[in-house]
């Protein structure tokens, strides 16, 4: 896989929830981290998503905030 983002988190699949047009994927980061994205159910039948199935989170943003109480 060659990508110009930055910041590729690989992950495993946890779980996928198809819906009628977005499917909502949760990714595994590491024990008790997951991230949870929603993606174009033609995108995740392309991708051939699976629970067990090894991905990578992508993320491309231009800003990050960071908060705290």
Sequence with gaps: ???SARNALKSTVKKVVPGSVNTEVTLELAPGVEVTAI???ASADNL???EGK?????????DVMIAVD
């Design 1 to 3: 896989m060659k990508i």
């Design 39 to 41: 993606i174009t159910k």
């Design 48 to 50: 051939q998503l699976a």
């Design 54 to 62: 090894e991905a990578y989170a992508v993320v491309k943003a231009t």
